[in-house]
């Protein structure tokens, strides 16, 4: 939707929005309509203009200004916004509904009462055609895992992790400051600065193996920004490198799963894909396990060091079984 | 949007809002401010169309009818009780979860929706501080290419046709459904729907739709079941669940952590002069294990079960041969 599309909505939720709010600064206003002071000010010159038919003074919106403050002194008929459209009645009810299923992300009584009060406010309650599950698959030990690193997070504390790293393959202990949990595409991560990186990481919390609370305040410093997750979690990153893999039809998956770029479609329903990673070790864990089902075209040292590591497994099953 | 065409737009439904007479086109021409600069019949009915349009389009309910059976025209009207939205007042732990709701989406057609709603409640005289902090933060995207359109035509109720590629058997057909609704799942956008080529219910995931959704039939045709729970047809469908299997493994000393976290050491074992433990583990997802296990290569090594071991030596040994074909050539190049 662009602005000017924007513009006849707004003009019409402006006069209830200050009824509701008599003296209410130009810039709180245009802040809660995300929009300029000065874009503001243009509406309501324009809404100074409009009135019902006779259109005399008495006829006229009337809004009175002081100083900086804006306030309704007649509304014209105009004193209660427009319904919410079916889109909108279903963005937000559709994300309230899924909060209120998943427990542990907010208070879901206050949720549900929302959801009941919207439902009414909005007339018909419709079916949504849009359901959310926020829910994760969790295992009990993990449970555990969330319930102190939530802790962690309301009372600020730093906590300490001991952490598996899945592209390193390894194991640390760290201490970090929590910032905040997210739920993104179905899995838990806590995000949090992370004193031995220096940085802002995310830990997804299934491979958090222990977290202790801390007697010591959470301290990110100023400069830890909060992840932009808009494009997903796995950003490009001038330090990846890049493998060029032809995926048979049974590794599709591969290019559902994790972000690839360039995918060309090649005969009997095999895919050429450009895919970028940060860890060799992990790559190579990944190709072996889909061995048969990809073919590594670039880079060579790569291909190279995934034949290296399958001969290698042969070879040490093979001295296994001479003794058994 | 111009200031002319705003200002008549805004006061052509204050006047439409005042009325209980239905007002018919040529009456509204002669009052509200705007239309008058039309300079001929056909330029006002074209300005007119295009204004009713617009603010149906926005949800105005525009009524059209006769105030008296002998009018000779129709008129238009909008009903307050149809138009106002009913009252609503939120308590302050209320507003918090709409704020929180509010930031759900990473999504461009739900992100601009949400924001048309949240201005309405605001002029509602609902406070939402969308600013918030909160301990927990859910996100959800749909960045997949179908999504706008099956949304779309879920809520038209519209029956929709589109190719889609099956993992296993690999096939790509165009399938027509009838789309009951969109549910994220487990990270995961699924089309449910009654798929009229099989004619059962069937669950699509939109990841695998290729090229782009065209709708068919009339608006309003599709009717999901009375009562249907859609993201328990989803988790029936996708997501039968496998009891999990245990399996003795050997595993290279200090390697393949991700694996020693969650398994328990029962001895050790020197092989081919590396020295080892050797692990049991309940595998929760069976079916992927030779996938996983195969990743580690000679650092663990499958005892139990056999059929295990054989398939990581599977994917071993097809590791060692490239894949089907020596170069891939390019659909249709």
Redesign the interface.
Known sequence: ?NS??E????????V??LL??PGIRVEEAAA???VTPKQLR?DLE??W?????G?GPGDLIDLSFEGETITVSFD?????????????????L???R??AD?P????TD??Q??VA??E????EAQ???????????E?EETAEIRDAV?DA??RRRAVRIRY?S?SR???TERAVDPM????????SYLEAWCRAADGVRLFRLDRI?RAEVLDEAAAPPSHATPTD????LFRPDPSQQTAVL?L???A??VA?YYPVDQL???????A?VLMRYADTSWM????????????VEQPPELAAE??R?????????E??AA?R | MATARAERLVNLVLCLLSTRQYLTAERIRAIVPGYADAPTDEAFFRMFERDKSELRDLGVPLETGRTNPFDVAEGYRIARRDYELGDIDLEPDEAAAVALAARLWDSPELTGAVHGALIKLRAAGVDVDQDTSVAVEPRVRTSEPAFPPLLAAVQAGQAVVFDYRRPAPVEVRTRTVEPWGVVAYRGRWYLVGHDRDRDAPRCFRLSRVVGGVRTVGKRGEVRSPEGIDLMSFVARTEFAATPPAPARVWVARDRAQGLRRRAVVVGERVVGGEPGDLLEIELRFPDSAAKWLAGFGPDVVVLEPDVLAKAVGERLLGALRPASGTEGSEVGA
């Open positions: 939707m000017s599309n513009r006849l909505p707004r003009l019409l939720a402006l209830p929005y509701t709010r809660d309509f995300g243009r324009l809404l203009m409009c009135g019902l038919p259109y014209a008929g105009m004193s209660r916004p427009l319904r919410l459209t079916a889109a909108e009645a279903t963005a937000l559709v994300a309230l899924a909060l998943t542990g992300v907010v208070d206050a949720v009462r929302a009060k919207i009414s406010a909005v007339g079916q949504p055609g849009v359901v959310v599950g926020l829910a994760v698959r295992a939530q997070v309301r598996y899945l393959d390894e194991i905040r949990l997210l739920l993104v595409e179905g899995r193996d997750t808009s494009s997903g032809v048979e039809p049974d599709r998956w559902e060309t479609e090649l005969d009997g329903g095999r050429r190579v864990r990944l190709l072996l396990g889909l061995g048969g089902e990809v073919r995934v034949v590591r399958a001969r290698a497994g042969l070879a040490r099953a001295s296994l003794l």
